[in-house]
């Protein structure tokens, strides 16, 4: 399985993360090429070399009509802010006078104009770029996710939010970038470390907020994050939070890989660690996947409620769910129901669990779910198409065909399952 592991260890930002993707591609200046053909407004890209702490490394510049718009020393701790962009400083500006559709302009620290779009307009510079209609639709998902960010934190509707940051050229060149490397390397699947988020205190328009800042807590929710004890700097931007939340499909510590290429992308400020998020690409047959357990004794259902209970959480999204008999208080027998679900899944497996069960209290457990590479092949048989399962890692290969199939064949020609089975599997 052709997997990405993203290692956190210093936060997350767009320009940071795009640098270590061009290094898992073949010809990371071919590439640079290819996005400066993309057609963003004013914008050109440039990969420089970098080093933090003795590592060789890369830092994607993002030219606005051929200047790089410096950081702002916008936090309580500026001198140590990280990361290229700024992506958030200036979000909490006062929306009050700002009309549907209207572009508003103000000035950053440095004098330099910040442009506040809106989602629409945002929409039509996507619109406009050379480039395919998925990766289209990533970019257009991601500042989905920031504009539902930004209306929870701020209590306005999202076709009302007015970007900042996050809606300068810098920033959808950085989102632009990591969607078309992500297509362009296209892996199977996308493991992320947990995320260091920072430490202190950020500067915004309207006084001295906590890291993360607020549109970037509200993108980390159900991701597992930290708070450095060492840095007191933001780590961890709105862009990047919002785009590791669109791509990463398990948060875990690195599996078992075949490491076939490792890139490093530098942000521009140093630390005593080194200032780096790391890209691995290579090659994995295990799935690993952390699962929550939860649990609840009854004593007082019937198998036939138990049963429904049962149907109706694994209709709701549970991955396993199965009963073990137990004794209960006064000698009563009783069985502890176990559901598997995950972790986003949570709150609305509780709420189905309290609606078709009579327990009063649920038990949690946090797991590691290990399974087998699994995947849905089709053949063809004097019968019709029959699907077939196929799993794979940890050593062992498997295949079994599809039982519905099978039991569908058995009606319409009165032959066993068993039979079929053994007959089809004789043929292929």
Known sequence: MKTIYLECKMGVAGDMLAAALLGLVDDSEATVNELNALGIPRVKYRLDESSKCGIKGKHLSVLIDGKEEEPSDDTEHGADHDHSHDEEHHHDHDHGDMHHGETVASLNVHGHPHVHRTLYEIEDIIENLNVCKEVKSDIREVYQLLAEAESSVHGVAVDQIHFHEV???????????????????????????????????????????????????????????????????????????????????????????????IGYGMGKKDFPQANALRALLGTSNEETEQVIELACNVDDMTPEEIGFATERLLKEGALEVYTVAADMKKNRPGSVIYCMCRIEDREKILDKIFMYTTTIGVRENICNRYVLTREIGKIDTPYGEVRVKKSSGYNVSRSKLEYDDLAGIAVRTGKSIIDLRKEIEDLY
Not at 195 to 221: E, M, S, Y
């Open 167 to 261: 809606g300068n050229m810098d920033a959808i060149a950085d989102i632009t970038a990591v969607c078309y490397l992500m297509h362009k390397i296209d892996p199977d699947r996308i493991i992320v470390s947990p995320i260091n988020a920072g430490g202190g205190t950020v500067r915004c328009a309207h006084g001295i907020l906590p890291v993360p800042a607020p549109a970037t807590a509200h993108l980390l929710r159900e991701i597992p994050f930290y708070e450095s004890d060492r840095i007191k700097s933001e780590l961890t931007t709105p862009t990047g939070a919002a785009l590791i939340k669109y791509f990463a499909d398990i948060f875990d510590n690195q599996p078992v890989m075949r490491v076939s290429k």
